[in-house]
């Protein structure tokens, strides 16, 4: 299975960006996903998640102004960043958690980062 995100760019304060995360392979469901992201010089930080059943949590830094969803039909969740401000700035992760086969746990599967850049 592999994760590949997409979406990032440079930006101007106050504007918007929509990251993507596609899963793709063979025999596979998807649990829980989450974005994450790294500023320079900081720790991987949890930004949003949402499970299987579309309950969604979010980092008190981005709430209201982020929404994640997924589209269960095509293994890709979103990230949509309105409202974007300078200290969003970092490489964005996704995360999901995968169940192969017949197994009964899920694993941990991490996509490229994207960088998304808030700059005037």
């Known amino acids: 299975v592999q994760l590949q995100a997409s979406g990032g760019g440079l930006v101007q304060p106050g504007g918007s960006l929509r990251l993507s995360c596609a899963a793709s392979?063979?025999?596979?469901?998807?649990?829980?996903m989450r974005w994450y992201r790294q500023a320079p010089g900081k720790q991987r930080e949890l930004v949003a998640t949402?499970?299987?059943?579309?309950?969604?949590d979010y980092a008190d830094s981005v709430k209201g102004r982020f929404t994640i969803s997924r589209d269960n039909a095509k293994n890709t969740a979103y990230l949509q960043m309105n409202i974007l401000k300078p200290e969003d700035t970092a490489v964005y992760y996704c995360y999901a958690g995968v169940v192969r086969g017949t197994s009964l746990s899920a694993l941990p599967y991490w996509g490229k980062g994207t960088l998304v850049t808030v700059s005037s």
């Open positions: 949402i499970t299987s059943g579309a309950s969604t």
């Open positions: 392979g063979s025999r596979f469901k998807i649990n829980e």
